[in-house]
């Protein structure tokens, strides 16, 4: 079974940025999909981004889209998730997680099958 591990977290003021890794432990089958979640205090884990393994193809929550971008590193097994223009509402556990095969479309938390430790993100006012 695929573990993940992510890195990068950290405390930034507004406006700062932040470069997450998620390192994978094999490499990433064609049809993988691999995903961002943020987990803030008292609320459930939401969906960031995504990236289709295969061919690069991402998708994005409004929130994220304009300031991160992701994106892949065959050759590392590993996905980045570059945090530009922070807010404080972007704070929270972030979180890599993997699907077998699916869309990228569908930012549903449950249809992921593997998930790594969870990297701290604080963004202060």
């Known amino acids: 079974q695929m573990w993940l591990v992510e890195s990068g977290g950290g405390s930034v003021p507004a406006g700062g940025s932040l470069r997450l890794s998620c390192v994978a432990s094999?490499?990433?089958?064609?049809?993988?999909?691999v995903g961002w979640f943020r987990q803030a205090p008292g609320m459930e884990r939401a969906f960031v981004a995504n990236?289709?393994?295969?061919?690069?193809?991402?998708n994005y929550a409004d929130s994220a889209k304009g300031r991160f971008t992701i994106s892949r590193d065959e050759a590392e097994n590993t996905v980045h998730l570059q945090m530009d223009n922070l807010r404080p509402e972007d704070t929270g556990v972030y979180y890599c997680?993997?699907?077998?095969?699916?869309?990228?479309?569908?930012?549903?938390?449950?249809?992921?099958?593997?998930w790594g430790q969870g990297t701290q993100v604080t963004v202060s006012t």
């Open positions: 990236i289709r393994w295969s061919i690069g193809s991402t």
């Open positions: 094999e490499p990433h089958k064609p049809s993988h999909i």
């Open positions: 997680a993997t699907r077998s095969a699916g869309s990228i479309m569908d930012s549903d938390r449950h249809v992921y099958n593997y």
